[in-house]
T-cell receptor, first 114, second 111 residues
């Protein structure tokens, strides 16, 4: 079956703009988690959605938001972009939740903020 | 707070040697500990995981050990091969339902 798909794969924005990233999970997976990956910082947890509800949130400012649709597809939005938001944004889907079983990651969306 | 510390940040070994990566966690309620491997330019993939009701798990050349009392767990790779070169992430579940990742270890296996 198809893996986790993220779009767009690459994007360049300028400070102050906003961006929306999309993630389509593996069919049947109800949990979608988002992570920010930067060199030396590992995988920083942004939030997790399960059956259209935000189940958990990491320590990121309110400029970072997300949602999940009834088909389990998820989007995350970053408003008022800052240079420090440049990173690889990974989403991962799982059957019941990131804290219980295997995460299947997408290839990521690489955001560059100029 | 919820925290996972991973050491070392970089590790270089000769082909055929063993490699050990260690992680410590802060949440005593953590009960799920996966390890992910991320090859250069690729997505992270699960290589092995362990739950708190066991102390050790093996899968061919890789093994993970868990010490709940000391709150640390380790990844052991034996007979390393060049294709083992990658970034390895440990993670621990939290009592709030999150999965917290360590900072990653870049493993280089020299032929």
């Amino acid at each position: 079956k198809a893996g986790v798909t993220q779009t767009p794969r690459y994007l360049i924005k300028t400070r102050g703009q906003q961006v929306t990233l999309s993630c389509s999970p593996i069919s049947g997976h109800r949990s979608v988690s988002w992570y920010q990956q930067t060199p030396g910082q590992g995988l920083q947890f942004l939030f997790e959605y399960f059956s259209e509800t935000q189940r958990n949130k990491g320590n990121f400012p309110g400029r970072f938001s997300g949602r999940q649709f009834s088909n389990s597809r998820s989007e995350m939005n970053v408003s008022t972009l800052e240079l420090g938001d440049s990173a690889l944004y990974l989403c991962a889907s799982s059957l019941e939740g990131a804290h219980t079983g295997e995460l299947f990651f997408g290839e990521g969306s690489r955001l560059t903020v100029l | 707070g919820e925290n996972v510390e991973q050491h070392p940040s970089t590790l270089s070994v000769q082909e055929g040697d063993s490699a050990v990566i260690k992680c410590t966690y802060s949440d005593s309620a953590s009960n799920y500990f996966p390890w992910y491997k991320q090859e250069l330019g690729k997505r992270p993939q699960l290589i092995i995981d362990i739950r708190s009701n066991v102390g050790e798990k093996k899968d061919q050349r890789i093994a993970v050990t868990l010490n709940k009392t000391a709150k640390h767990f380790s990844l052991h790779i034996t007979e390393t091969q060049p294709e083992d070169s990658a970034v390895y992430f440990c993670a621990a579940s939290s009592n709030t339902g999150k999965l917290i990742f360590g900072q990653g270890t870049t493993l280089q296996v020299k032929p």
